[in-house]
């Protein structure tokens, strides 16, 4: 399978015009995770989870203990990033910028992994499967990274038997390790992060969600996705259903705001490429300041 190595090479041009600007060290900071990873020092054994790298297996240990048993090393900072991003016809959309909005999701985690990676941290990615979650593992380097951005952009905006919330549960559930999660979703997908699925993550867990601007549903060219067609003049150009468009809009991203400040999290829109490195940059300073929702 051949990849597209246009992604990569995009994000590096985006990025060395923004560092001649500001610093891109994102991950500086106070961040609660548990900062472990490979270097000479080793600190502990644990039993294996998923993620976790084969070639720490410590094969003496486990036959002694009848359990699978892996090697920790200390490091001075190694995060690990997990990336939750949303997959669905949907996604076929635009945004109000006139851009596609799996293709915006694939650029934002290309980005943000690509500069994570820079300061030192593994990354990975989860997103719907058809019956599971679809769950790489964390590494570091720029094949590792292109690999997942070609997997996503393949699968992102294609019909899946999974839910959004369904591989948050199962990122929790198998992944035991500490993490800072994005999560990256639309305006739908918003709208299903309740209270228990945001505080089980930030029991633990570094939570910034990315909500993925949408277009509206009125206007000149509004296409039905999922029907394949123009939508009718009369309902495209209707100022009643614009103005309650507008307020469950309002009411979805304030309801939103609000679970997420409780929690100590954070959250931005973008609707564009040119918004990725500096939104991503302001919601990890708001983050570092306390400034929450």
């Known amino acids: 399978m051949m990849i597209d190595y246009e992604y990569l090479s995009r994000i590096r041009r985006a990025v060395a015009l923004y560092t001649k600007r500001k610093t891109s060290n994102i991950l500086d900071g106070d961040f609660h995770s548990l900062h472990r990873g490979r270097s000479m020092e080793f600190d502990d054994l644990k039993e294996y989870a998923y993620g976790d790298d084969v070639h720490d297996i410590d094969w ?26 949303d997959r669905g016809p949907g996604l076929l959309g635009d945004t109000t910028r006139g851009e596609n909005k799996c293709r915006l999701i694939s650029m934002t ?23 599971s979650a679809t769950v ?15 997997d996503y952009a393949q699968r992102g905006a294609t019909e899946c038997g999974y839910s959004l919330t369904d591989t948050v549960k199962e990122v929790l559930d198998t992944i035991h390790k500490r993490m800072i999660i994005f999560i990256m ?4 997908g918003l709208s299903k992060l309740d209270e228990g699925i945001v505080s089980s993550i930030t029991r633990e867990h570094d939570l910034f969600v990315v909500n993925i601007d949408d277009a509206y549903l009125t206007g000149d060219n509004v296409f039905d996705s999922e029907r394949s067609r123009y939508e009718r003049f ?19 991203l304030e309801n939103t705001s609000e679970i997420l400040k409780r929690n100590k999290a954070v959250m931005c829109t973008i609707s564009c490429e040119e918004e990725i490195i500096d939104s991503t940059i302001a919601l990890f300073e708001r983050y570092r300041n306390g400034n929450f929702g």
């Open 234 to 252: 009369f309902l495209s150009h209707s100022r009643r259903l614009y103005q309650e468009e507008v307020r469950i809009r309002s009411s979805i």
């Open 185 to 188: 979703t639309d305006m739908e």
């Open 136 to 150: 790489s593992l964390f590494k570091s380097g720029s094949d590792h990274l292109e690999r997942l951005m070609y």
């Open 60 to 85: 003496k240990s486990s036959s002694r203990m009848g359990t699978i048993l892996v090697r920790r090393y200390m490091t001075d900072r190694r995060h690990n990033v997990m990336f939750i991003c």
């Open 109 to 131: 985690f290309g980005t943000v992994a690509y500069l994570c990676g820079r300061n030192g941290a593994d990354v990975a990615i989860a997103y719907p499967g058809e019956r």
